[in-house]
């Protein structure tokens, strides 16, 4: 079984990248960010998980942390019907911050589940009901960016997201945009107005303004 693998890049797609070692050429998936992160004709060192389908044989999914395999495998073995696709869409999204994902999880915050990390409000209880006990015990390295009660009602960031809503940006881009401007992740909060000032600033070049 393959775990690992060493080479160069030689290919990729919208999906997956062909990374080439001792002459073999292994097509392997990935979610979207880490997909982002391999660059064409460079060398890259993967973790790699294994899935087999009734129909269509085995297919490799690569991670670019040990930490990234680990949850990939928990969401696809612990979560009911989640196969591996599903298991690679839900690690996209956690991999906006690992750390704060694992906090939400374990404290059964639903609201920064869907706010910040993007589940619907059925895939966010789902998710929190089956790996609450589970992901404790998996190590995740990282600071956590989100202090506690960041999204919660009423708060500035939610203020913001809201706003940004109303104003028509859909809510990834909303997301992106308060990331960009520093939501969470310093020690002052700073007002709603002026963090909404910066959110629209990282926006005005798609908006047009």
Not at 30 to 36: K, Q, R, W
Not at 95 to 110: E, G, I, Q, T
Not at 161 to 181: H, T, V, W, Y
């Amino acid at each position: 079984m393959l775990a690992y693998l060493k080479g160069r890049v030689i290919l990729k797609n919208a999906q997956s990248a062909v990374i080439e070692t001792g002459g073999v050429g292994y097509e392997v998936f990935f979610c979207a960010v880490s997909l982002e992160a391999l660059e064409q004709a460079a060398q890259a060192e993967v973790f790699v998980a294994e899935s087999i389908s009734m129909y269509g044989g085995t297919a490799l999914y690569g991670f670019l942390s040990a930490e990234e395999k680990a949850l990939f495998e928990l969401f696809r073995d612990a979560i009911p019907a989640t196969g591996a696709k599903k298991a690679l869409e839900y690690l996209n999204k956690a991999l906006r911050s690992l750390p704060d994902f694992k906090k939400a999880v374990v404290k059964n915050d639903l609201k920064l589940l869907t706010v910040i990390f993007g589940f619907t409000a059925k895939t966010a209880e789902k998710i929190s009901a089956a790996l609450k006990d589970k992901i404790q015990e998996l190590s995740i390295s990282g600071k956590e960016k989100i202090r506690d009660g960041a999204y919660s009602s009423g708060g500035p960031c939610t203020q913001v997201l809201n706003a940004l809503s109303a104003l028509g940006f859909k809510p990834g881009e909303a997301r992106d945009a308060l990331e960009a401007a520093g939501d969470c992740a310093g020690d002052e909060p700073g007002s709603t107005e002026a963090l909404l000032k910066r959110a629209l600033k990282v926006l005005s070049p798609k908006s047009g303004n």
